[in-house]
């Protein structure tokens, strides 16, 4: 485990990194220790080679409940190159986050306000529970959820973000889910038990494919076919065929047996 203030970071045997929220006396908010700190365990997370895939989690009751109150009164009373300064620290949080090279996880429970749609739409996939509450909750206060816009944005469509972004309602776990934020919703008493599912099923994947094609789907973006992306993707794929998890994977099923990384 690696010690930080506002966070715990857990690397398991079998390649599962958990970056946990830990500030549940403060509903896991953000302040300007846990952002600098994210960003630290961020790469931690990326230099660890031994890592197949991240879950990023919270202590506590609820998953973030966006800024904290002391960090914005002081942000209050700052200038605007001060205040531009805290707002490049969260948008590299968010843009840091989206980047990593493994697959992520969140998983939420209770209250995910603010900048915590920011957290969950950066990493790849999320489940949660039918009950879990979201907000983006910015104008309410005479804000707006600027940097974590465009992530948000790509989560659950412009249409979507343009409802709740300017109406500042609150949506249930069952709503994320249809809007795509979510991909599963499942009771409380069976999140854990999902989780074990998810992080089973991820540990049946080659760790280096797994990493290949997040890559890949970096450059996909949405789809739209130049010369450039097909030389991509023709690269991609003749690399990985010839990678030595490739040529594994490719034997195993010949052979008709698992592949070595489902073995550990």
Known sequence: MTTFNT???DFSPRGVA??????PEKNNAFNAEMIAELLQAFDRVQQH????FMLLRARGKHFCAGADLEW????????????LEDAQELAEVMARLEQLPVPTL?????????????????????IGTPDSQFCLSEVRIGLTP????????????????????LSAERFSGETARELGLLAECHPAAELEAEVQRWTDNLLL???????????????????????????????????????PEGQEGLKAFLEKRPPRWQQS
């Open 205 to 243: 994947n080659s760790p280096a494919a797994l990493r290949s094609t997040k890559a890949l789907l970096r450059e996909v973006k949405h789809g739209e076919l130049s010369p450039a992306l097909r030389r991509y993707t023709e690269e991609a794929i003749a690399r990985i065929r010839v990678s």
């Open 49 to 52: 080679d031994a890592v197949r």
């Open 7 to 9: 966070l715990e970071l």
């Open 146 to 165: 600027a940097v974590i816009s465009p992530f948000v944005v790509k989560a659950i469509g412009e249409r979507a973000m343009r409802r709740y972004a």
């Open 72 to 83: 914005m009164r002081a942000a209050a009373a700052l200038d605007y190159n001060a205040n």
């Open 18 to 23: 958990t970056l946990w929220l830990n500030r």
């Open 106 to 126: 969140a998983v939420v429970q209770g209250a995910a306000y603010g900048g915590a749609l920011g957290l969950i739409s950066c990493c790849d996939m999320a």
